[in-house]
């Protein structure tokens, strides 16, 4: 053989050993080894996968593209396909040249996916000699049940597989505004956009605009204007035009929104409410509630429906027509005076059955006791519920009511009727809550409360009950029976036995603290004297001396123990009930006819003790409870 055929073969034999074992396999593609043809091309690169599959996570209907670019020599052609062996067919992807020396690209056609694009998707890219390949799996999500807030989309979020929400807000070149600008949420900001889509990256996703220039501090107060004979009340007969135009104006920065409530229900929207299909006969309340992000202030307006007098007004305490009813009173530290007379005293934070109706258990007082004064060692009323043919009002401090979750706000509706279903009426004269109770044959249960820490619970003297108000039988000797049966030999024990705790958290009933432990030799003396001069005035002589007896010791023992409130002197609590007990409004003494023994001196008790009028006691009690704004 000739030394030229002998090179050739030596060139030949040697292209042929790289072709066949030259190749490695590196960790993002899978390269395979083929047959090397002896007409091979003399310079041999293995295949790289150079623009890989990768993993996704989309929704249903976003536009998909696959897209996988590889570099080998002689120059690859390259596959799309479904590796489940759901094939794509050849218009399902495109393949093109790119620049450089043996790149080649193939992209799947962008394209609104479905759910059953879902899976496993392969790019094969093969010459002569080996091939490379790129995986990846596709997870399609069904977002179209998402709701997101405003200025947010869905969007299928990779990283914790599932449908979520992201903010869409996008803004061009920064628009600043120097003098500011003031947002709903009472915020300076000089760019407009830029301030949405920060808050709305943090959960924040109505904020707005409310006015130009920089929030202060001095922002005032909305101010009002309502339409009205008298600004604030309109009288119309009813033969008159039906319809009534009430007008709320409200000023503040940033700028008020004006809402319209009836009965804690919103009626509408703006400065100007048009009222129509007025009533027969009565009042209705409306309140204009004006808010921004600095304050909230409301106003109320009647509209009262006269009629033509035809006969002679009749009283409205018509106390003849109704049945007699017997008192129990709850008040202070935890004080209760029971139907028939007696009063005792316990310990406890928690709830109990204050009195029932124990023949045909037709209603229900429930009383919860929550820690007061001046160290948790004391417990006083917070809240009265009451139970009565399917309705069920909870009373709190403050004078806030409560009528199967919806809210109902008394201070805004001094001294008027408020009718509820079920036959329950509430009556708020500025001082006490009443709640009337209609029961059979014209009897009533009537609950009142002065909003604070005591209350009156008068049921029908024929009505067998029981609870912490005993059992209503004019026999003070059998007051202590228990729920399940016996007559208690303590205090303890029978308040114990009435107390609501199916879950074992309150601490068990106890004996209330000696007046040692409370006062010291000259404090006890000098509240003696105090208490003393209160209880015994000349307009209380109508009560009978053992009642006054009880709150007199009822005062010391508050006195002793410190204040509720410190703007309502315990004195002036305790007299505000005895007050309540020995007025016309009262069963406390019922004479022969069954007639209340009427005292109006009684209510005009609070100049006598240097005690804040009801005025000015109203805002301190409603401050003890849970804010009362019109929602």
Not at 147 to 160: I, S
Not at 569 to 581: A, G, I, K, Y
Request: net charge negative.
């Amino acid at each position: 053989m000739s030394p030229k055929i002998n090179l050739i073969v030596l060139v030949y034999c040697t292209l042929f050993f790289l072709g066949s074992k030259g190749q490695t396999t590196d960790t993002s593609v899978i390269v395979t080894s083929t047959t090397q043809s002896p007409t091979t091309t003399p310079y041999v690169e293995k295949i790289s996968i150079i623009t890989a599959l990768y993993n996704q996570t989309l929704q249903v209907g976003d536009r998909f593209e696959l897209t996988c670019v590889a570099k080998g020599n002689p120059r690859p052609t390259i596959k799309i396909d479904r590796r489940d062996a759901v094939s794509l067919s050849t218009s399902d992807y495109k393949t093109r040249k790119k620049p450089g020396v043996g790149i080649r690209e193939a992209t799947d056609v962008t394209r609104s996916i479905v759910k059953s694009d879902e899976g496993w998707y392969r790019c094969k890219a093969c010459n002569n000699y080996v091939c490379g390949e790129s995986d990846m799996y596709l997870t399609i999500l069904d977002c179209s049940s998402k709701l997101c807030p405003p200025r947010t989309e869905v969007f299928a979020d990779e990283e914790l597989g599932e449908c979520s929400c992201r903010c869409n807000v996008v803004c061009s070149r920064p628009n600043f505004v120097r003098e500011g600008l003031c947002t709903n949420y009472c915020e300076t900001t000089y760019e407009e956009c830029y301030e949405k889509k920060d808050k709305c990256e943090v959960g924040i996703y109505d904020v707005e605009v409310a006015s130009k220039g920089e929030c202060s501090q001095d922002i005032s107060s909305p101010s009002f204007i309502v339409l009205g004979e008298d600004g604030n009340h309109i009288k119309k007969s009813r033969d008159e035009n039906d319809n009534v135009i009430l007008e709320c104006n409200a000023d503040g920065v940033p700028v008020p929104t004006v809402e319209w409530f009836k009965d804690g229900v919103k009626v509408g929207d703006g400065s100007r409410l048009l009222v129509e299909k007025l009533p027969d006969v009565g009042s209705e309340v409306y309140q204009c509630q004006a808010s921004n992000c600095m304050n909230r202030i409301a106003r109320s307006t009647t509209i009262q429906i006269e009629p033509e007098p035809t006969e002679e007004p009749t009283e409205f305490d018509d106390l003849t027509a109704e049945a007699p009813r017997s008192t129990c009173r709850v008040s202070g530290r935890n004080n209760v005076a029971t139907y028939d007379g007696n009063n005792y005293q316990f310990q406890g934070a928690c709830d109990y059955v204050a009195a029932m109706d124990c023949s045909k258990a037709s209603w229900f007082v429930y009383n919860r006791f929550s820690t007061c004064g001046d160290s948790d060692e004391a417990s006083c009323l917070a809240t009265v519920t009451i139970i009565a043919s399917g309705t069920i009002i909870e009373v709190m401090r403050g004078w806030l009511v409560n009528v199967g979750g919806k809210k109902v706000y008394v201070i805004y509706r001094i001294n008027e009727s408020i009718s509820l279903d079920n036959g329950f009426e509430l009556f708020f004269d500025g001082s006490w809550l009443t709640v009337n109770k209609d029961l059979e044959e014209g009897k009533k249960l009537v609950i009142q409360y002065d909003g604070l820490n005591a209350v009156l619970i008068q049921s029908p003297v024929d009505t067998s009950t029981c609870g912490l108000c005993g059992n209503n039988n004019n026999d003070p000797e059998d007051d202590f029976k228990q729920r399940r049966g016996g007559v208690a030999g303590s205090a303890v024990d029978f308040a114990e036995s009435w107390k609501i705790d199916r879950r074992g958290r309150c601490k068990p009933t106890e004996e209330i603290q000696p007046l040692t432990d409370l006062c010291t030799d000259e404090e006890l003396e000098a509240a003696k004297s105090k208490c003393d001069g209160a209880i015994n005035q000349e307009m209380f002589e109508n009560c009978p001396t053992v009642e006054k007896a009880h709150f007199q010791s009822q005062c010391v023992r508050e006195e002793c123990g410190g204040t509720v409130t410190r703007d309502l002197p315990p004195l002036c609590s305790v007299v505000n009930t005895l007050s309540r007990q020995c007025s016309k409004v009262s069963w406390l003494n019922v004479e022969d006819d069954n007639i209340p023994v009427m005292n109006e001196e009684a209510a005009n008790w609070q100049p006598t003790v240097e005690c804040a009028s009801a005025d000015d006691a109203r805002p301190v009690i409603i401050d003890q409870g849970c804010p009362q704004e019109l929602e």
